[in-house]
């Protein structure tokens, strides 16, 4: 596609509930990165993928996190018995370069609410 | 590991004036820089980058940012602003080779009339 598409866009999930949110980065982009943006916050890295593989998970800020690409393009990430601490835009991001070192494109984000 | 601070929080600017917001990180390592935009309700856009050569860096809207390695700032500036401008400015390091980016905690632009 011509940009990089997150869904759903909005999304409210009571508090203990499992959630996913799905990114289609541009076709052929070889890194995929999510990102977790808080309200008044700039974004803070979760995870990169360089084709399927996960690279980097170092951001993930519990095992109740979870992230998958499993071939090498659409991504999902998961976040299993969500807490009100999760509420956040989900950002994920695509890039031609391998590292992501020259910068990517950005999706719209995924607003999760938990209530 | 690298950080940002962006030392303003909001900018407030009449329309055609000049606009610089100020940038500064740390890193024990060579680096690329980065400012992104992100509208109300939107993702981020990359409005320039730096990764090596000429400090002067020239984007896209009419912004540009200096990159100072002895003050390790990256300033970006617009010599003349629209109300279209309005939006958060973000910006962000990350090391060479490091993948992920390091953003700061972002400057709004409010532009007025």
């Known amino acids: 596609g011509a940009g990089v598409s997150q869904s759903p866009r909005y999304k409210v999930a009571k508090r203990g509930q499992d959630v996913a949110l799905r990114c289609d980065p541009i076709s052929g982009h070889v890194s995929l990165f999510w990102y977790q943006q808080a309200l008044g916050q700039g974004p803070e890295f979760l995870t990169y993928?360089?084709?399927?593989?996960?690279?980097?998970k170092s951001g993930l800020p519990s095992d109740r996190f979870f992230a998958e690409r499993p071939e090498g393009s659409v991504s999902t990430l998961k976040i299993q018995r969500t807490q009100q601490e999760d509420s956040a835009v989900y950002l994920c991001?695509?890039?031609?370069?391998?590292?992501?070192?020259?910068?990517?494109?950005f999706g719209s984000g995924t607003r999760l609410t938990v209530v | 590991a690298q950080s940002v601070t962006q030392l303003d929080s909001q900018v407030p600017v009449f329309e055609e004036a000049p606009v610089e917001l100020r940038c500064n990180y740390s890193?024990?390592?060579?680096?690329?820089l980065f400012w992104y935009v992100q509208y109300p309700n939107q993702g981020l856009q990359l409005l320039l980058k730096y990764l090596s050569g000429s400090t002067l860096v020239k984007g896209i809207n009419g912004f540009e940012a200096e990159f100072n390695k002895s003050q390790t700032s990256f300033h970006l500036r617009k010599p003349s602003v629209h109300i279209s401008d309005t939006a958060e400015y973000f910006c962000?390091?990350?090391?060479?080779?490091?993948?992920?980016?390091?953003f700061g905690a972002g400057t709004i632009l409010r532009v007025k009339s």
């Open positions: 991001a695509s890039s031609l370069d391998p590292t992501g070192d020259y910068g990517y494109t």
């Open positions: 890193s024990s390592v060579s680096v690329y």
């Open positions: 962000a390091v990350s090391g060479r080779y490091g993948n992920k980016l390091v």
């Open positions: 993928f360089q084709n399927e593989a996960q690279l980097d």
